[in-house]
């Protein structure tokens, strides 16, 4: 069974591999659900005096951007599932597509140099997820940009 | 020589300036081996904090194990800063349970009416206002993830309500002796009340506030008129969800015992001159006993990774100032300032400034506070009117919006922001921080040089 995983958050860049998902969807009739990873980790370099649990206020973000995400799918007649996980993205991702068994995987581009990767480290990244999972990894934003 | 050195770590809750200029004063001679230990250890802490080598605690406690080790000198652990951290911390962690900073946000949403601009000032202000009075980085955790959302809701580049969320609470944070750690470690050092604290640095600092929101209606005008003016139902119904109040009992008590312990801030000297630190932990007990939390979590809930931190930094500074190091390179400034308070003020406060725009601000506090007793131990009407220290809480708390290396809430915006997906690097922050902090420290120069 096909199924097309499309990791996203809020900005510009996401509505650009959204839009690509959604294609896919609807062009294979295949089922969409929208990722969103809830990663804390930007927190671990500063001593800042953490009192409130930040993975809930990122989950809550995530699932508001994943209900943009799934209207605009509704828009296009296409029904699609969301999905919010809290961890690492680098860790989480691999682990949810293997989970639904997602044959397309749809990333938008890393977000500059405050992103989990670096340019080089993301290509690496990317070949590495394709052989973790088998799935085809799509990055829309990047390919455009090219 | 090293085996003459003394271990003294002196539980000093008032801290007098008096000990530690004697203390300064009558320290080592500059260039022995403990100096150049302490200072080597000091700027390899500096490095990996400023640099992000290390966890800024694990730097810190690290450097504290190597002086102990190596120099077999504790430093001075200000304990009013860190039971004034701890009670701010308990309180925060029960207030922030109940979900009301998000509901005041969203309440500032339905009230603007759809004008992003209104929008925008309200949440810069009320963002302000909570770091005044609560932990900078906990408000920017609380509010700019909901802020977020209703700018990319309604189509507004996030940027033009976070960036100015986080300047505020910079700006905020000097408004009060608990509002950002400088002006706590200041505050608590010269041993000031809440209320002698509020009345020097509340005008100054509203000042500020107004002058960013000006700055931030020229700077993004054109987006706010651009934005959206409404939202669809199915997500306003999810904002609205989200910013329910979660529990109106324990918000009741919070606010009642927060009122209470204001009270007490402020009266304090009428008491007998109860130290801050003590009100804070006063208030956080009595909250703990009224709202009975499971004190498991309470505890987790107290971040002590912080409070480890401030204890290591503590005591690293605290032999650069045993061995002389900070008595050293307080003469040199002393020497360029001459006697003029005008310019070891306006030293002061840009050199504060400047170096908190690059580096945390935090451990650059710790440092610099010693050369303040210095200074101003040394020009007589300086020591009266404390005007190097106020200087020393406008240069670090304003300095620190510059870029966001400068201070912590920087740093978890950034994060929270690109969590969301938008990219804010160093210098998209650092075209609003950077005219920000010159326009702040410039007004914060008029202040002191009028004021004292």
Redesign the interface.
Known sequence: MSLVLCATRGGKESIIAQDKAIALAKEQGAPLVFLYIADSSFLNKSAAAVIVDVDEELTEMGEFFLLMAVERADQEGVKAKAEVRSGVFREILPNVALELEASTIVLGHPAGETSHFQEAEFEAYLKTLAQETGATVLTPEKEARE | MLGNSVIFLPLNISHPIEATIAQVTSSNEVGSTATLISVGIFLLVFAAISL?LL???AA?LLGAVAVFLVTYIGGKLNWNVIFL?MGM?IF??IL?ETNVFKWLAFQLYRASKGNAWLLAAALITLTGITSAFL?D??AI??IV?LS??IA??IDLNPFAIVIPEVLASNIGGAATLIGDPPSTIVGSHIGLSFGEYLVHMAPIAIICMIALIIFNRLQYGKEYEGAKTKI?P??LN??AT?SDIVNHATLYKALVIGALTFVLFFTADLLGGIPPSVVALTGASLLILWVRPDMHHMLR???W??LI?FIGLFVVVGGLEATGAIGWLASQIQILAGESVTLATMMTTWISGTVSAIVAN?PFTVAALPIADVLSANLPSAATSRVIYWALILGADLGGNATYLGS??N??A?????????????ARFARDGVPVTILTLVLASIWLLLRY
């Open positions: 992000q966890h800024e605690t810190a951290i911390m925060m962690a922030a932990n980085v906990t955790l609380l993830p977020i959302q990319v809701a669809s199915v997500l999810k904002l989200e809930e107290v971040d990774t912080t931190f935090i912590a809430p740093i978890v950034v994060g929270l922001l690109t969590q969301a997906g938008f990219r804010l690097s160093f």
